[in-house]
């Protein structure tokens, strides 16, 4: 490996401009009032693995029939600095998507990070957790382990593999090892357990499909290939499981701004809205 000629100075500085997107410092950047829809939540995301996880579990448990679980999807469009309006950063002072709010609360209740929303939403409604103390331990297990572990997918492999301006040999080679490892780890578990918890679809598959699922098929960072993902034959066929859900196709379509057109409802207020409002059907 070649030498980089870059050291450390003494102290750390930003180079950055006050225009980039990216800077070392939080809060509100401009006044901004977050919409309010009909229903008692309101989610304001996008479609990236995070906010994938939060669409589908809601679709889960309006199939299941709690209509409660009844939402507005606002669309925060993060590559044009939604995440640092106002209402938003009251509602996620970490400025990242997904971030709901639920106004059956008095005060209306924010809930922020994929992780708290999955789990918010699961105890709510009493669904997609096990109630017996060892199978809901392990589903906790694996919804941190997710949690934990999506960094090193998305802002390691995904940043220095598909998206930094330079590619680093060394940096690619650390993220590669740790996502076949990661994948390697979701693998042996699976080879003996239908679901992450067990026997029972749950938060924890809910969290996790948005990611590995998106790397086992290529959807995301076009690294299937290069990692050799067809290896993970226990993964493939979880990832297949989901994949044939209906909720889960219809929360995948849930504030998504590429693909297909067909594919894309920006903003859902209504179930019917899957019927009526993608961007094919609109434009
Ligand atoms: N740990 C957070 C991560 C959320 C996150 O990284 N969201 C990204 C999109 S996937 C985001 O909003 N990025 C905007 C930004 O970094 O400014 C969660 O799981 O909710």
Redesign the pocket.
């Known amino acids: 490996m070649k030498d980089s000629d870059y050291i450390p100075p003494q102290v750390w500085q930003w180079t950055g401009e006050k225009t980039d ?2 800077q070392p410092t939080s809060g509100s950047r401009y006044e901004h009032k977050l919409p309010v829809g009909k229903h008692p939540l309101q989610l304001y995301s ?1 479609a ?4 994938q ?1 939060v669409t589908i579990l809601l679709e889960e448990l309006l199939a299941l029939g709690h209509v409660g679980a009844e939402y507005d999807a606002w669309l ?1 469009k ?1 590559g044009e ?1 939604q ?2 309006g106002s209402g938003f950063v009251e509602i996620n002072p ?5 971030a709901l709010v639920d106004h059956s609360q008095n005060p209306p209740l924010r809930v ?6 999955l789990l918010y939403l699961a105890e709510k409604f009493k669904a997609f957790i096990p109630t017996d103390i060892a199978a809901r331990t392990e589903c906790l297990n694996w919804l941190f382990w997710q ?1 934990g572990s ?2 090193y997918i ?2 390691g492999l995904g940043h220095f593999y598909a998206y930094a301006p330079v590619k680093i040999e060394y940096a690619i080679n650390r993220f590669a090892m740790e996502t076949k490892r990661l994948l390697d780890v979701l693998d042996q578990h699976l080879a003996k357990h239908e679901y992450l918890a067990g026997q029972e679809y749950s938060i924890a598959d809910i969290a996790a499909f948005p990611w590995y699922g998106s790397v086992i098929k290529g959807w995301v960072y076009n690294a299937d290939e290069f990692l050799s993902v067809d290896q993970y034959k226990h993964v493939q066929r979880w990832a297949d499981a989901i994949l044939a859900r209906p909720a889960v196709q219809r929360g995948r379509m849930v504030n998504r701004t590429f693909g297909d057109l067909a594919s894309q409802l920006h903003e859902r207020h209504d179930a019917s809205d899957f019927e009526t409002k993608t961007q094919d059907k609109l434009q």
């Open positions: 997107l990216n996008l990236t693995p995070n906010g996880k925060i993060i600095g995440q640092f970490n400025s990242k998507i997904p922020f990070e994929s992780g708290s929303i949690m999506a960094p998305g802002g």
